[in-house]
C-alpha cells in the first residue's frame, strides 16, 4: 500500500519570503506520478505542480519548484517570493503509473502567508 | 470549457436520508474519480468509473454507498440511509485518459447530517 506523509501541520511565513514544505513517502513501485494541490479557502483543489518519477529533473512552475529525492522517497515543495494568495492547504499526493491512477493523499500542511 | 461541475454545493440530510451528489466531468473526459475529505484530513478516494463501468470500487464503504457513470448524464455518487459520520467534503475529478494524470477536480459537495 501507497502512503503520504506531510509532518508540518501548519506553517507561516512573510511575504515575499520562501518557505519549503515537507512530504515524504512510500511505495515499493518505481513508476508513479507526485503531486503538490492548493486548496484555498474555496475548498477548490487546483494542481500546484506534477513530477514524474522516471524524471531526475525537478519539476517547477514559475515561483513553484520541488526537491524531489527518489531514494529518499522525499518530494518537497518550495515556494519562493510568497504572496498574500498562496495562503492555503497544501497536499502532497502520489498515483501509481499503471494502476487505476487513484490519487493517495497527504493530511496537508496548512501555509499562511503574513503581510 | 466549465470544467468539472458538482452539484450541490451544500447538501443538508436528516439522519436515514439519502443523499445524492453529481458530477459532470469537463468536456470530453469519460475517466471520474470521487474523493471524500474527513474535517483536517486529505482526500480519500472512493471509486474510479468511466463511462457505464466501475473501474476501482476500493475506497467505497461497503454498505450504503454507490456510484454510476451512465452513458448520458452526469456521474452519482449515492449515500442511502446517512448517518452524521458522513458529513464531509465529497470531490469528484475527471481526466482524459488514464495515463496523462491530468486530473481536474470540481469545486465538491459539502455533506451535513443532522
Known amino acids: 500500500a501507497q502512503t503520504v506523509t506531510q509532518s508540518q501541520p501548519e506553517m507561516s511565513v512573510q511575504e515575499a519570503e520562501t518557505v519549503t514544505l515537507s512530504c515524504t513517502y512510500d511505495?515499493?513501485?518505481?513508476?508513479?506520478?507526485l503531486f503538490w494541490y492548493k486548496q484555498p479557502p474555496s475548498r477548490q483543489m487546483i494542481l500546484v505542480i506534477r513530477q514524474e518519477a522516471y524524471k531526475q529533473q525537478n519539476a517547477t512552475e514559475n515561483r513553484f519548484s520541488v526537491n524531489f529525492q527518489k531514494a529518499a522517497k522525499s518530494f518537497s515543495l518550495k515556494i519562493s517570493d510568497s504572496q498574500l494568495g498562496d495562503t492555503a492547504m497544501y497536499f502532497c499526493?502520489?498515483?501509481?503509473?499503471?494502476?487505476?491512477?487513484?490519487?493517495?493523499f497527504g493530511k496537508g500542511t496548512k501555509l499562511t502567508v503574513n503581510p | 470549457n466549465a470544467g468539472v461541475m458538482q452539484n450541490p454545493r451544500h447538501l443538508v440530510r436528516r439522519r436515514g436520508q439519502e443523499a445524492r451528489l453529481r458530477c459532470s466531468p469537463m468536456k470530453g473526459h469519460s475517466h471520474v474519480y470521487w474523493y471524500r475529505q474527513l474535517p483536517e484530513e486529505g482526500l480519500k478516494f472512493m471509486v474510479y468509473?468511466?463511462?457505464?463501468?466501475?473501474?476501482?470500487e476500493s475506497g467505497m464503504p461497503k454498505e450504503r454507498f454507490s456510484a454510476e457513470f451512465p452513458k448520458e448524464g452526469p456521474s452519482i455518487l449515492r449515500i442511502q440511509q446517512v448517518v452524521r459520520g458522513d458529513s464531509a467534503a465529497y470531490f469528484c475529478a475527471s481526466s482524459l485518459d488514464s495515463r496523462n494524470y491530468g486530473y481536474t477536480f470540481g469545486s465538491g459537495t459539502r455533506l451535513t447530517v443532522v
Open positions: 468509473l468511466q463511462k457505464e463501468n466501475i473501474i476501482d
Open positions: 511505495t515499493s513501485e518505481s513508476n508513479y506520478y
Open positions: 499526493a502520489l498515483a501509481l503509473q499503471g494502476g487505476s491512477e487513484k490519487l493517495v
